[in-house]
Structure formats: C-alpha cells, structure tokens
C-alpha cells in the first residue's frame, strides 16, 4: 500500500509540532502540509487530493467542523482538540476518530490505524453503482442487483452495510460513507451516524424516532431533525 497523504492543521504551533513528529513516526503515513491558518488550509485542500486531515477543532476564521462541513469530497477526518464535548459534534461530520489533547503517541497510532482500515476498506468496496437507479453488491460469495427505490434503509455494522428491502436484507462489506454518494436526497436522507432512510418508506414521526413502513424505528440525530422535517414539509 502507498503511504497515506496527510495534512495537519492547528493554529497552536506546539501542537502542530507534535502532531507533525507523531505523522512522520509512522511508516504508512506521509506528511503533505501543515497549516496554522485554516483558510490555507481550505485553499490548498480545495486543489490537492489528501486522505487523511489531522485538524483542532477551536480555531480563528474558520473552525475544524466547519471546515470539514466546506469539503466536496472529503477525505478520512481525525479531530483532535482540548475540548472531549465537541466529541458528538465531531462524529456527526462523518469523522473517523477524535483525539483529546494532550495526544499520546499510542493513541494517535491507534486512531492512523482506524483511518488506514477505513481507506482499504473504501478502496475494496463491494458496493458498485451501474446506473442511478441500481446497484450490485456483494453478498453470500454472489452479486446480487439491488434497485434503490426497493431500499428502505441501510445500517452501518462495523466494517458491513446492511440493507434492507422489505422483509429481505443483505449483508456487505462497505463503509456508509460509501453510501452516502448513491443515496441521496431528495429519495434518502441520513438520520444519524448509523442510519440512511428511504423518505418515502417513513410511516410516522414521534419526537426523535422515525417509524418505517416495515415496523422498523430508529432515533433521529439532534442536528439532524429540524432538516428531515423541512425536508418533509412539516412545520
């Protein structure tokens, strides 16, 4: 495998420092840029390809989830920040980890670990999109095709998708992420971390559940409510 490409972004030099020593100590890791300023660093991640960005949240101008939130296409997310509450809020971006300073070497090991996982996992998908209305994945040693407007939802299981069509369901190796780039709004809409919905297969609404036409109930995100309402119509 070719070493990843990295970017490390903290307007804190003494933390970049540290986060810059701990990329080059990893053999599978290769250190592109480091940024003290996040408009440069949204500059430069706008016109070069990357996979991993190593960024502080709390920062002038333009802060990590907002960033983040700027992307088109981006790459693997590891947070890093003094601030454990900015956690959830992380996540929510499609984050792969999130560090709390002051990071120990082992555990940002741990986390460049998850995000090469994460990338192979990517790279090796069995998710292939022919048209924009199926799919085939890989499922039981066999591809099987899958129109999307049979889907209900699809759930993320580790390293697996499962999705659901009725009363069938299928099992593959896939990242949600994934996903995300054939199911999409105005047909699906992502409710929380875990979950992507079929918006014509939602049978009801109770506070944050929402309840499938299959019986099936799941939680709705917080920051994720108000725009599946809209989205719906409800007021």
């Not at 047909?187 to 506070?207: C, D, H, M, T």
């Amino acid at each position: 495998m070719e070493k990843l490409r990295c970017v490390v972004l903290d307007d804190e030099p003494i933390g970049r420092e540290i986060i810059e020593n701990f990329v080059k100590e990893i053999p599978f890791l290769e250190l592109t840029d480091s940024f003290g300023d996040s408009v440069e660093a949204l500059m430069f991640l706008e016109n070069n390809s990357v996979d991993i960005i190593f960024s502080d949240i709390q920062m002038p101008k333009i802060n990590g989830l907002d960033l983040v939130k700027t992307l088109e296409n981006p790459p693997v997310i590891i947070f890093i920040t003094a601030h454990r509450d900015f956690a959830l809020d992380g996540f929510e971006t499609g984050a792969t980890d999130y560090l709390v300073k002051p990071v120990r070497f082992d555990r940002f090991l741990k986390a460049a670990n998850k995000a090469k996982d994460y990338i192979n996992l990517k790279q090796n998908s069995t998710v292939h999109q022919v048209n924009s209305d199926r799919i085939f994945i890989k499922s039981d040693g066999k591809l099987t095709k899958i129109l999307l407007d049979e889907i209900l939802y699809v759930e993320a299981q580790g390293d697996y998708l499962k999705i659901v069509i009725n009363n069938e369901s299928y099992t593959t190796l896939a990242t949600l992420k994934s996903m995300d780039e054939v199911l999409t709004l105005p047909k699906f809409f992502r409710v929380q971390r875990s979950f992507i919905v079929n918006l014509e297969a939602i049978r009801s609404l109770n506070g944050n559940m929402v309840e499938l036409t299959n019986g099936k109930s799941i939680s709705i995100a917080l920051n994720k409510k108000e725009e599946l309402y809209q989205i719906l119509g409800i007021r």
